[in-house]
């Protein structure tokens, strides 16, 4: 498996060898799921801060928020692992 990060430093390099072992693949896909992966990260962790202050609140009233936090959380995991599969 091949570093992300790597990649996006020197995608040139990485497209080069590919091609020396006849392997051909479009880096901007590549990298258009790992910005995406990025993205939905990020959410996730804003959406679990959120969930996390709101437990530290401890208002009964706040519960049905935390329960809709909670399956947006899911869903971005869900699309994270799909894209994470892909990559």
């Known amino acids: 498996m091949h570093n992300i990060k790597d990649i996006k430093q020197n995608p040139d390099q990485?497209?080069?060898?590919?091609?020396?072992?006849?392997?051909?693949i479009d880096l901007k896909i590549i990298l258009s799921l790992d910005e995406k992966n990025?993205?939905?990260i990020q959410e996730k962790e804003a959406l679990e801060k959120e969930k996390k202050d709101i437990s530290k609140?401890?208002?009964?009233?706040m519960f049905e928020?935390?329960?809709?936090?909670?399956e947006q959380i899911s869903k971005l995991?869900?699309?994270q692992s799909a894209i994470k599969k892909k990559l």
């Not at 990485?14 to 051909?24: G, S, W």
């Not at 609140?57 to 009233?61: G, I, N, R």
Request: proline content about 0%; hydrophobic content about 20%; glycine content about 0%.
């Open 14 to 24: 990485f497209k080069k060898d590919l091609n020396n072992r006849f392997v051909d």
């Open 38 to 40: 990025r993205k939905l």
């Open 57 to 61: 609140t401890k208002d009964s009233t």
């Open 65 to 70: 928020k935390s329960k809709k936090i909670s």
């Open 77 to 79: 995991t869900r699309e």
